[in-house]
């Protein structure tokens, strides 16, 4: 328990981002398995999810970039800026020097859920425009190419994998930090998980009202729907069980009541017993799904917000190289050894730089 | 290659003068709090401390920790001040997240923010367990103490080591720093002073610290994390339950969507029309 850290500040755009990508990824993953295993009836309920997906996602990239204190280095988090740099005033891409330094830019870190998350939301953004494009017109040219050829299931089968990720990647962020709660427990990616392929069902709910689907399509949804439910609720108690000596804290401040009334009651338990008890009756359904929407933004605000609220609490002042030395320089796991400083120009007052 | 590069930092000499403080913001052309000129000093009401932790604009920050009983005549009582700085690990955990590479170990084994590449995204903040790491609200970058990278390059002492007037912050090669900051807890413990020991100068925390202290009270009483992470710790598990999750919820849509399944709605149930 690390009660000594600075606040990230990740707010509002970073909770929208969540909670709008949990919605994207569990609708595509969802809408991609439909077309993969399941019947051609419910090949429309599949077009719903992608038509949710890609709008959401590219929203959620603008999100992203506003959060970023300097935006327009957005590109930073894929590409190594002084590497582009170079290549550029190497004369890329015109010249081949440029382009064999160009090659070094990607930047990749796979031990970084932030580095492998730019990534992966880039990669699943562009299998979500395919599969929008491919599913608009069915009986097409284009639906044979992008969704029935084996290039279409291929894109499926990389954008299911790429869209499970960009769901669960987040709660491994937050988990990959010294942050209180978050650093403690490993149980925030399930948790993410299973709730983005709730709000992503709720999501499809919602929207199949407007459009023609097969009524079994419904009642199959609904199943899934109260299998990812109970899923979710399960994950989400072991990440309450997990969080130790914060459990009681968190319950007292108004954060628990967010987490306990917001996401367990509401999001979690009203859902099920309306799926459970009500089934598919009038409107019941609608406001199964709302609900879920509900519980599944409470649950992304809740655990983003409830560390920075804990520390705010706390005062901080309470209470060689030898081979006999044992000290290895820096270079295991943390030192990045890829990060080495290239010729790196300290702006200095000594040459007149600053 | 350069030398490994160190500071060792012995609290018990600290006088609280804010020398370090001063020179590093000197040095460093560091801007008030809020990137303008106060007309008057902000007073925190705490001890002598009115700039309260590091931040953007203090890379240094000296800790005031007053510790007096509470019986009448405050019959026990010290004063224990820290010079606190980024502490340069051997296993940086903002390193390790920095997901644009503006993280970089310099030569001299120091962690160095390359503020052109950043693009401050505040994963190096979440990372530290130091709380280090702050924006600037200037630059909209992140910063910390830069080690004196520029000074270094030209073979002089940090500032923060060259104001020190007691050798509280002493500055030199890794090895030499470990060697004399073991002889002064061996001194210290000959006197009487038996609770004196070193944070962060062997390897078990982050692999070490390159800035290590010599305390004399838990790590928790100068704000100081007792067994600080590596944020990569977790993402395997993280990453295994997330599979897993991945794989129950794909099972579950699977048995729901499965071609056989595809039947009409059981008698009886009553489905939306």
């Given at each position: 328990?690390?009660?000594?850290?600075?606040d990230?500040?990740?707010?509002?755009?970073?909770?929208?981002?969540?909670?709008?990508?949990?919605?994207?990824a569990?609708?595509?993953?969802?809408?991609?398995?439909?077309?993969?295993?399941?019947?051609?009836e419910?090949?429309?309920?599949?077009?719903?999810?992608?038509?949710?997906?890609?709008?959401?996602?590219?929203?959620?990239?603008?999100?992203?970039?506003?959060?970023?204190?300097?935006?327009?280095?957005?590109?930073?988090?894929l590409?190594?800026?002084e590497?582009?740099?170079?290549?550029?005033?190497?004369?890329?891409?015109?010249?081949?020097?440029?382009?064999?330094?160009?090659?070094?830019?990607?930047?990749?870190?796979?031990?970084?859920?932030?580095?492998?998350?730019?990534?992966?939301?880039?990669?699943?953004?562009?299998?979500?425009?395919?599969?929008?494009?491919?599913?608009?017109?069915?009986?097409?040219?284009?639906?044979?190419?992008?969704r029935?050829?084996?290039?279409?299931?291929?894109?499926?089968?990389?954008?299911?994998?790429?869209?499970?990720?960009?769901?669960?990647?987040?709660?491994?962020?937050?988990?990959?930090?010294?942050?209180?709660?978050?650093?403690?427990?490993?149980?925030?990616?399930?948790?993410?998980?299973?709730?983005?392929?709730?709000?992503?069902?709720a999501?499809?709910?919602?929207?199949?009202?407007?459009?023609?689907i097969?009524?079994?399509?419904?009642?199959r949804?609904?199943?899934?729907?109260?299998?990812?439910?109970?899923?979710?609720?399960?994950?989400?108690?072991?990440?309450?069980?997990?969080?130790?000596?914060?459990?009681l804290?968190?319950?007292?401040?108004?954060?628990?009541?967010?987490?306990?009334v917001?996401?367990?009651?509401?999001?979690l338990?009203?859902?099920?017993?309306?799926?459970?008890?009500?089934?598919?009756?009038?409107r019941?359904?609608?406001?199964?799904?709302?609900?879920?929407?509900?519980?599944?933004?409470?649950?992304?605000?809740?655990?983003?917000?409830?560390?920075?609220?804990?520390?705010?609490?706390h005062?901080?002042?309470?209470?060689?190289?030898?081979?006999?030395?044992?000290?290895p320089?820096?270079?295991?796991?943390?030192?990045?050894?890829?990060?080495?400083?290239?010729?790196?120009?300290?702006?200095?007052?000594?040459?007149?730089?600053? | 290659?350069?030398?490994?590069?160190?500071?060792?930092?012995?609290?018990?000499?600290?006088?609280?003068?804010?020398?370090?403080?001063?020179?590093?913001?000197?040095?460093?052309?560091?801007?008030?709090?809020?990137?303008?000129?106060?007309?008057?000093?902000?007073?925190?009401?705490?001890?002598y401390?009115?700039?309260?932790?590091?931040?953007?604009?203090?890379?240094?920050?000296?800790?005031?920790?007053?510790?007096?009983?509470?019986?009448?005549?405050?019959?026990?009582?010290?004063?224990?001040?820290?010079?606190?700085?980024c502490?340069?690990?051997?296993?940086?955990?903002?390193?390790?997240?920095?997901?644009?590479?503006?993280?970089?170990?310099?030569?001299?084994?120091?962690?160095?923010?390359?503020e052109?590449?950043?693009?401050?995204?505040?994963?190096?903040?979440?990372a530290?367990?130091?709380?280090?790491?702050?924006?600037?609200?200037?630059?909209?970058?992140?910063?910390?103490?830069?080690?004196?990278?520029?000074r270094?390059?030209?073979?002089?002492t940090?500032?923060?080591?060259?104001?020190?007037?007691t050798?509280?912050?002493?500055?030199?090669?890794?090895?030499?720093?470990?060697?004399?900051?073991?002889?002064?807890?061996?001194?210290?413990?000959?006197?009487?002073?038996?609770?004196?020991?070193?944070?962060?100068?062997?390897?078990?925390?982050?692999?070490?610290?390159?800035?290590?202290?010599?305390?004399?009270?838990?790590?928790?009483?100068?704000?100081?994390?007792?067994?600080?992470?590596?944020?990569?710790?977790?993402?395997?598990?993280?990453?295994?339950?997330?599979?897993?999750?991945?794989?129950?919820?794909?099972?579950?849509?699977?048995?729901?969507?499965?071609?056989r399944?595809?039947?009409?709605?059981?008698?009886?149930?009553?489905?939306?029309?």
């Amino acid at each position: 328990m690390n009660e000594f850290v600075a606040d990230p500040g990740w707010g509002w755009w970073i909770i929208g981002y969540f909670f709008l990508g949990g919605i994207a990824a569990g609708a595509y993953f969802l809408a991609t398995l439909i077309d993969l295993l399941g019947s051609s009836e419910d090949r429309p309920l599949a077009r719903i999810g992608y038509v949710i997906a890609l709008p959401l996602i590219v929203i959620c990239g603008v999100f992203l970039t506003l959060d970023l204190h300097r935006p327009e280095r957005f590109w930073h988090m894929l590409f190594k800026s002084e590497v582009v740099h170079d290549a550029l005033t190497q004369g890329w891409p015109t010249t081949g020097a440029g382009w064999r330094t160009m090659a070094g830019a990607p930047l990749l870190k796979y031990w970084s859920p932030m580095s492998m998350g730019s990534w992966a939301l880039t990669f699943f953004g562009l299998c979500a425009a395919l599969s929008l494009v491919g599913s608009q017109w069915p009986g097409g040219k284009i639906e044979r190419i992008l969704r029935l050829s084996w290039f279409g299931k291929l894109i499926a089968v990389l954008g299911c994998v790429s869209g499970f990720f960009v769901a669960a990647y987040t709660g491994a962020l937050l988990s990959a930090t010294n942050q209180p709660i978050w650093s403690d427990t490993v149980w925030i990616a399930p948790v993410f998980l299973t709730s983005a392929a709730s709000t992503g069902i709720a999501a499809m709910l919602l929207l199949m009202h407007r459009r023609k689907i097969a009524q079994g399509s419904l009642e199959r949804l609904e199943k899934a729907d109260i299998w990812v439910l109970a899923l979710e609720l399960l994950f989400f108690v072991l990440f309450l069980a997990s969080i130790g000596a914060w459990l009681l804290p968190v319950l007292r401040s108004p954060h628990g009541l967010v987490l306990i009334v917001g996401t367990l009651l509401l999001g979690l338990l009203a859902p099920l017993a309306v799926h459970l008890r009500l089934g598919l009756i009038g409107r019941w359904e609608t406001v199964a799904a709302v609900l879920v929407l509900v519980g599944g933004f409470m649950l992304r605000y809740g655990i983003l917000t409830t560390p920075p609220a804990m520390l705010a609490h706390h005062s901080m002042t309470l209470a060689g190289f030898g081979p006999e030395d044992g000290r290895p320089r820096g270079g295991g796991a943390g030192a990045d050894p890829a990060n080495h400083p290239a010729g790196v120009k300290p702006p200095s007052k000594i040459d007149g730089t600053r | 290659m350069a030398e490994n590069v160190g500071f060792y930092t012995d609290t018990t000499v600290c006088i609280g003068c804010k020398a370090c403080q001063v020179a590093c913001h000197q040095w460093n052309d560091l801007p008030s709090p809020d990137g303008k000129t106060r007309p008057l000093p902000v007073l925190s009401g705490d001890s002598y401390d009115n700039t309260l932790a590091l931040s953007a604009t203090n890379w240094r920050h000296v800790k005031f920790i007053e510790q007096f009983s509470a019986d009448a005549n405050r019959g026990q009582a010290r004063w224990l001040m820290m010079s606190d700085v980024c502490k340069h690990c051997v296993n940086a955990p903002c390193l390790e997240v920095c997901p644009t590479g503006a993280l970089l170990r310099t030569e001299f084994d120091t962690v160095y923010i390359n503020e052109p590449a950043c693009n401050g995204c505040r994963d190096c903040i979440a990372a530290c367990p130091f709380g280090v790491i702050h924006m600037s609200p200037v630059k909209n970058v992140a910063q910390k103490c830069t080690f004196c990278y520029d000074r270094l390059k030209q073979g002089l002492t940090p500032a923060c080591a060259q104001a020190c007037p007691t050798q509280s912050i002493r500055f030199g090669p890794i090895n030499q720093l470990r060697k004399q900051a073991r002889d002064r807890v061996e001194q210290l413990h000959q006197q009487g002073e038996a609770g004196a020991y070193l944070y962060g100068e062997d390897n078990k925390i982050l692999g070490g610290l390159n800035a290590f202290y010599l305390l004399v009270d838990k790590p928790e009483v100068y704000g100081l994390p007792s067994d600080p992470k590596l944020p990569s710790r977790s993402v395997p598990f993280s990453s295994f339950w997330g599979i897993f999750a991945a794989m129950l919820t794909a099972l579950g849509a699977l048995f729901a969507f499965r071609e056989r399944t595809a039947q009409p709605a059981a008698p009886g149930r009553e489905v939306r029309s």
